[in-house]
């Protein structure tokens, strides 16, 4: 199985900081990964899909990137509104799995 | 609008057994890959099965043997049959709805819950 690695497990940030959330597979999933945002007590939501394409909807302050086997998520201009935990995924192969989380607080 | 809306959690004892659903609207059912997606209390999201528009399946190693996915094209309907549940299976499952012709997540239920508990 393929395990995905995601740094910070927590980051705390004041707004209009900018903020970056890793993730790394243990092996090459090409550029299949997503990006999702969950706000406690609702359904996650995806941000990015395919490394670096952004949702539509999603606000143009995230984007997504890739170098190798690392993959990040960029918050330009951190917003209240942003404060939530934020998952990688990989869809390179089965079974899919997700990094274990990364919760964003506004200080 | 996608509307993806489950049904079927309960409690129920260690080793039941329990089906749920998934009734979806606003796209082409039989076009996309669902999935079922758990997340137990305070943990992060775990897949646990996927099932594509003509019917092929796959599970998490977890579930394999245990959980069945099965849709009906007609109905818009897609179901997670769940056996010899365990007290880990504890979760809100949701349903989820694949993006075009990958397996990314684009549209996701409200999730029902099922405990696993004596």
């Known amino acids: 199985d393929i395990q995905m690695t995601q740094s910070p497990s927590s980051v705390s940030a004041s707004v209009g900081d900018r903020v970056t959330i890793t993730c790394r597979a243990s092996?090459?999933?090409?550029?299949?990964l997503a990006w999702y945002q969950q706000i406690p007590g609702k359904a996650p939501k995806l941000l990015i899909y395919?490394?670096?394409n952004l949702q539509s909807g999603v606000p143009s302050r995230f984007s997504g990137s890739k170098s190798g086997t690392d993959f990040t998520l960029t918050i330009s201009s951190l917003q209240p509104e942003d404060s939530a935990i934020y998952y990688c995924?990989?869809?390179?192969?089965?079974?899919?799995?997700f990094g274990g989380g990364t919760k964003v607080e506004i200080k | 609008e996608v509307q993806l809306v489950e049904s079927g959690g309960a409690l129920v004892q260690p080793g039941g057994s329990l089906r749920l659903s998934c009734v979806v609207s606003?796209?082409?059912?039989?076009?996309?890959?669902m999935n079922w997606v758990r997340q137990a209390p305070g943990e992060g999201l775990d897949w646990v099965s996927g099932?594509?528009?003509?019917?092929?399946?796959f599970y998490a190693d977890s579930v394999k043997g245990r959980f069945t996915i099965s849709r009906d094209n007609s109905r818009n309907t897609v179901w997670l049959q769940m056996n010899s549940l365990r007290a880990e299976d504890t979760a809100v499952y949701y349903c989820?709805?694949?993006?075009?012709?990958?397996?990314?997540?684009?549209?996701w239920g409200q999730g029902t819950l099922v405990t696993a508990s004596s």
């Open positions: 989820v709805k694949s993006l075009s012709s990958t397996w990314q997540f684009d549209s």
């Open positions: 606003g796209f082409t059912f039989s076009t996309y890959a």
């Open positions: 099932i594509t528009g003509s019917g092929d399946t």
């Open positions: 092996q090459d999933i090409s550029s299949w």
């Open positions: 395919t490394a670096s």
């Open positions: 995924q990989q869809v390179n192969s089965f079974p899919l799995t």
